[in-house]
C-alpha cells in the first residue's frame, strides 16, 4: 500500500484524483486550507467509495494547513513517519488560479504558489521524498494561430497566474538538474471541466465563475441570465474561441498514470499536455450542451477578452506514448455529467 500526500486535494482536480486514488488502493494524506474549497468535497468522496468498500473511509486523512507555513507541511511528514508510513510522492494541486485575481493581486500569487511550492520542495527533500506530479497549466503557452501545442513549443504567459506556473516548473527542472533522485511530472493541463458521473462532487467556484463551462450550467439552472460570448471574430469557422475541453475524470487518470510511470522508472523529469487533441468552439459547446441536456443557454456576443487566443488544443502525444493514457470521455459526457452536478447540487457544497 503506497501513502501519497495530495496538496488541494479538496478542491476541484484534487477531490476527483483523491477518488481515484483511493479506488485503487493509496493511502492518502490530503493538506487544504480551504481557501477556495470546502472540506464537504472529500465526504462525498467517501460517500461515493462507502457503496462499495467500507474500510477506505481510514485510508483518507485530511490535514487543515497552509503550505504558506512550512511548520503545517512538516506535520503531515512527521505524521506519517510516526505511523511508520513513507510518504512515496505528493501530487501538487494546491494553488490559486483565477487569471483576474493574480492581476489585481500579483503578491498574493507569487506568495501563495511560488513560496508555497518551495515550502512543499523543501520539506519533501527533509523527509527524503523527492517524486511530485504538479498541475502546471496550458497558460504558460503562446498560442500559436490553429497549431496544436507540443510540450516544446515556446513559452510566454501573458499573466502573473501564469507565470507563477512557469516559475515552478523551472524551479523543479533546476532540483532535477541539481538532484538525479528526483521525479518530477509537470502536468499542462488544458481546460478541466464536468464532474464525476454520480453528481456527487463536481467544480464549486467561488463566487461569479470567470471560465465559460461553470457559466454555462449556471445559466442553464438559471442562476445567471445569459452567457456573454467574449468575441465573434476569432478567425475560426464560427468567429468564437476554441479550446481543449477535458473531462475532470480523464485529467485525475492522467496523474494516477504519471504516478506510476515515475514509481517505476529511473528519476526524470516529464513535462506532459493532458488534453484531448480536440478543439471545441464556445458556440458549439453551448449547443452540444442544450442538445445533450434538453435545456436553453441564452448568449449575446460582446468583445474580445484581453489575454484571450483563438484557438488553444493540446498535442496529446506524449500523454500517450510515454503515460500509456488516453481520455476516455467526450464533450457530451462532460455536459452530461457537469449539468447532473449542477443539478443535484444547485448551491455547490454549501447546504
Ligand atoms: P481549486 O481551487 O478547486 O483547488 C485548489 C485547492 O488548493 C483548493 O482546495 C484550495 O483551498 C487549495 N489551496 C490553495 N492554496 C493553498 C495553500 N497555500 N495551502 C493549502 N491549500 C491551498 O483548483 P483546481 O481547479 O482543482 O486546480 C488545481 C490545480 O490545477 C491548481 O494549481 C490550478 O492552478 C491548476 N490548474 C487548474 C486549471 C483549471 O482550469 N481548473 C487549469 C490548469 C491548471
Ligand atoms: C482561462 C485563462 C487561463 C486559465 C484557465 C483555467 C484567460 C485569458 N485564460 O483559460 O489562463 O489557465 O482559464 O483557469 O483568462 N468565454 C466566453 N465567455 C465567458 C468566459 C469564457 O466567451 O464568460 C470564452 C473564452 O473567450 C474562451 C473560452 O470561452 O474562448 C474558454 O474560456 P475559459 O473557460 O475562461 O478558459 P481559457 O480562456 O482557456
Not at 502536468?187 to 464525476?196: E, I, Q
Amino acid at each position: 500500500m503506497s501513502t501519497i500526500i495530495v496538496t488541494g486535494g479538496a478542491g476541484f482536480i484534487g477531490s476527483h484524483t483523491c477518488l481515484l486514488l483511493l479506488e485503487r488502493g493509496y493511502e492518502i494524506f490530503v493538506i487544504d486550507s480551504f481557501c477556495n474549497s470546502s472540506a464537504k468535497s472529500l465526504e462525498k468522496v467517501l460517500m461515493i467509495l462507502l457503496r462499495f468498500n467500507n474500510d477506505l473511509k481510514d485510508k483518507l486523512h485530511l490535514i487543515k494547513g497552509d503550505l504558506k507555513n512550512i511548520s503545517d507541511i512538516e506535520k503531515i511528514f512527521k505524521n506519517c513517519l510516526k505511523q511508520f508510513k513513507k510518504v512515496e510522492g505528493v501530487i501538487h494541486f494546491a494553488g490559486l488560479k483565477s487569471v483576474f485575481d493574480s492581476v489585481m493581486d500579483p503578491l498574493s500569487y507569487w506568495e501563495n504558489n511560488v513560496i508555497g511550492t518551495i515550502n512543499l520542495l523543501k520539506v519533501m527533500e527533509k523527509y527524503d521524498c523527492r517524486t511530485i506530479v504538479f498541475s502546471s497549466s496550458a497558460t504558460v503557452y503562446k498560442a500559436k494561430s490553429d497549431k496544436l501545442l507540443t510540450e516544446g513549443d515556446f513559452c510566454e504567459p501573458v499573466n502573473p497566474y501564469g507565470f507563477t506556473k512557469l516559475t515552478i516548473e523551472r524551479i523543479l527542472s533546476d532540483l532535477n538538474k541539481n538532484n538525479d533522485q528526483w521525479r518530477i511530472a509537470s502536468l499542462r493541463y488544458f481546460n478541466p471541466v464536468g464532474a464525476h458521473e454520480s453528481g456527487l462532487i463536481g467544480e464549486d467556484p467561488t463566487g461569479k465563475p470567470n471560465n465559460i463551462y461553470p457559466q454555462i450550467t449556471r445559466v442553464a439552472i438559471g442562476k445567471l441570465p445569459e452567457i456573454k460570448i467574449f468575441g465573434s471574430d476569432w478567425p475560426t469557422h464560427d468567429g468564437t474561441g476554441i479550446r481543449d475541453y477535458i473531462h475532470v475524470i480523464d485529467l485525475a487518470e492522467g496523474h494516477l498514470c504519471a504516478l506510476e510511470y515515475l514509481s517505476n522508472q529511473k528519476p526524470q523529469m516529464l513535462t506532459i499536455n493532458l488534453g484531448t487533441g480536440k478543439g471545441t468552439s464556445v458556440l458549439e459547446f453551448i449547443k452540444i450542451f442544450e442538445n445533450t441536456n434538453k435545456v436553453k443557454v441564452p448568449f449575446s456576443f460582446h468583445e474580445r477578452r484581453q489575454g484571450d487566443n483563438a484557438f488553444v488544443v493540446a498535442d496529446n502525444s506524449l500523454a500517450k506514448s510515454i503515460l500509456d493514457w488516453k481520455p476516455k470521455r467526450n464533450i457530451e459526457d462532460i455536459c452530461r455529467d457537469g449539468w447532473k452536478w449542477q443539478l443535484q447540487n444547485p448551491n455547490g457544497y454549501s447546504e
